[in-house]
Every structure is written in C-alpha cells, then in structure tokens.
C-alpha cells in the first residue's frame, strides 16, 4: 500500500518562504494526480495545488502566485513551494495522491504556522 510521508512545515514569520516535500513509498509514474491540502482550525479542509500525470497544475485562488507545486518523479516526490506567506496559510498541509487505479491516499500532515 502507498504511503505518503510529508515534511518541511514549520514556524516562519509573515513574508517568510517554507517548502513543504511530500515522499511517496512507490513510483509516482502510476498516480494520475498529486495535490496538497490544507485544514485550519475550525475549517474545512480545502485544495490548495495539485498536478497532474502531465504536469499541468491547478491553484487555489488565495495562493496563486505565491505558492508553487512541483514533482519530481524520480524522487517520488511532490513539493509545495510557499513564497510571502501571510497568517491566514497557517494550518495542517497534507498531500494527497490518486493513484491508478482509483484510490486516494494522504499522508498525515505537516503544521504551518505563520507570525505577524
């Protein structure tokens, strides 16, 4: 079964930069899609990136701009770069991916707390 192990999360301060990684325990060549969430207190947990197979990539719209989604396949893994970030990012990351066939797998989270 594949196992997502994220890292990176941290303390930084508003206007600051953190990247988050996010290791798969298999190849990454099968999973049709991989995307990074994020639960603040009291919230929903809501999309923040993901990209495709192909590469192509979607972005909330409050980080559009800032926050960047990559993968490198030979790592198995899929990075979130965070760039001025603000309080309102701070929360729990998770990566998820979709594997093929259908199934979605996430990993257990990495905090990110960000000072005024």
């Known amino acids: 079964q594949v196992q997502l192990v994220e890292s990176g999360g941290g303390l930084v301060q508003a206007g600051g930069s953190l990247r988050l990684s996010c290791v798969a325990s298999a190849s990454m060549f099968s999973f049709n899609a991989m995307g990074w969430y994020r639960q603040a207190p009291g919230k929903q947990r809501e999309l923040v990136a993901s990209?495709?197979?192909?590469?192509?990539?979607i972005y909330a719209d409050s980080v559009k701009g800032r926050f960047t989604i990559s993968r490198d396949n030979a790592k198995n893994t899929v990075y979130l770069q965070m760039n001025s970030l603000k309080p309102v990012d701070a929360a729990v990351y998770y990566c998820?991916?979709?594997?093929?066939?259908?199934?979605?797998?996430w990993g257990q989270g990495t905090p990110v707390t960000v000072s005024s």
């Open positions: 990209i495709t197979r192909g590469g192509s990539t």
């Open positions: 998820k991916a979709i594997t093929s066939p259908y199934r979605e797998v």
